[in-house]
Each structure stands twice: as structure tokens, then as C-alpha cells.
């Protein structure tokens, strides 16, 4: 069974229960970079892997199947579906990997970067042609009050683009220097994850 399907886009329950935060879905906006929720920072990575159909199906699969936060250093654990949000059947790669889906939870762990580490939900799963990504957020629990939002687009022009959007809480207002220097930290992960999926890397 592949996991590749019709266009959709699917979201955990709209109420918030299970997470930390209050900005539910609001890193999958780009305006939120400019634009962002009270209370909350934001910033936004967008590299190109290259082009052609191949890269981005090849691409799409590791982010689909959390092998790129894995690939770029973090474990990723205690991966489970939770069928009580879900709207559709539990979806699998031919070899049984599971594929992301609203719901399902992990713990997302790290040595080198503990404060973002922790249990995680995905809270949307957005599948349209030429574009397929998640968002999932921090849980009780977690080192922060976060979600981001990983993206892979195959463009008009047939090059293939990641985009990685972030949304924290920051009590300092996003232009204080605690929010810029979490922006810079954050560059820093998400720079690993697009040398992850890029193609050099893959396995």
C-alpha cells in the first residue's frame, strides 16, 4: 500500500486539549512570520533540495515518516497514532513504516538541543499536489511552548523547495533580544533537517 493519495488536508480536533499552547495550526500560515499570534514569535526557513519528481518524492517520504528529524540528529520515539481524531484509516509504506497523521503523538529528543525537546502531536497533515507537509506541537511536558511546520513543494518550475516554519511562545514581544536569539538557534536545527533531506544525504 503506498501512503501517497487524493489531495487533503486533515487537522486534529479544533480544541486544544493535549497541548501546551494556545496558536493551534498558526505556524502553517506564512503571514504568521510577519503576523504572529500575541504573545508568540516566529521565523521561517526555505531552502531549495533541488528539482525533478524523484527529489520530491524521495524527499516527502523522509519528512513523512519523521526520517529527516531523525536523519538530522534527533531521536524521534514512542511514535503512536491516536484513532480517536483521525477521519481516515492508519496509513503505511509498503514496508510498514507508518506515515504521519493528525493525532499521532512522539517524543522528540535531542543532546545538543534539550530546549526543544519533548512530547509532540501533530496537530495538521496538509497533502496537495506539489505540496505536502506537517505541523505538529509541543505537549505538557515539553521544554517549550512551540510548533513548526515542515513542508516539501515541487514548484512550477519543477525545482523542489523545504520550507520550515516556527512558532514560539516569547514573552519579550518578537523583536525583543531573547526572540532573535532563539531565531538564531532555531536557523541552526532547521539548517540540519535541509541537510537531511537534501539529496547528498539520502539514503
Known amino acids: 500500500m503506498s501512503a501517497q493519495g487524493p489531495a487533503r488536508r486533515s487537522t486534529a480536533a479544533q480544541a486544544v486539549p493535549g497541548l501546551n499552547y494556545t496558536a493551534l ?29 524523484h527529489r520530491f518524492e524521495t524527499a516527502v517520504r523522509s519528512l513523512m515518516t519523521w526520517g529527516a528529524l531523525r536523519a538530522a540528529g534527533f531521536g524521534v520515539e ?41 512530547p509532540v502531536k501533530v496537530v495538521t497533515v496538509v497533502e496537495e499536489p506539489g505540496r505536502t507537509g506537517f505541523a505538529f506541537g509541543s505537549m505538557p511536558g515539553h521544554a517549550a511552548c512551540m510548533e513548526q511546520y515542515l513542508q516539501v513543494e515541487h514548484a512550477d518550475d519543477d525545482a523542489v523547495w523545504t520550507v520550515l516554519r516556527t512558532v514560539w511562545a516569547s514573552s519579550g514581544g518578537r523583536f525583543s533580544p531573547a526572540a532573535r536569539l532563539t531565531a538564531t538557534r532555531l536557523k541552526r536545527l532547521d539548517e540540519r533537517i535541509v541537510r537531511a533531506l537534501h539529496p547528498s544525504n539520502a539514503a
Open 25 to 53: 495550526g498558526a505556524s502553517v500560515s506564512p503571514d504568521v512570520v510577519a503576523y504572529p499570534p500575541a504573545g508568540f514569535a516566529a521565523a521561517e526557513q526555505r531552502h531549495r533540495l533541488g528539482s525533478g519528481a
Open 78 to 118: 514512542d511514535v503512536r497514532a491516536d484513532d480517536a481524531s483521525r477521519t481516515d484509516a492508519p496509513r503505511f509504506l509498503d514496508d510498514g513504516t507508518p506515515w504521519v497523521t493528525p493525532g499521532m503523538t512522539a517524543t522528540i529528543t535531542s543532546a545538543d538541543a534539550a530546549a526543544w525537546a519533548g
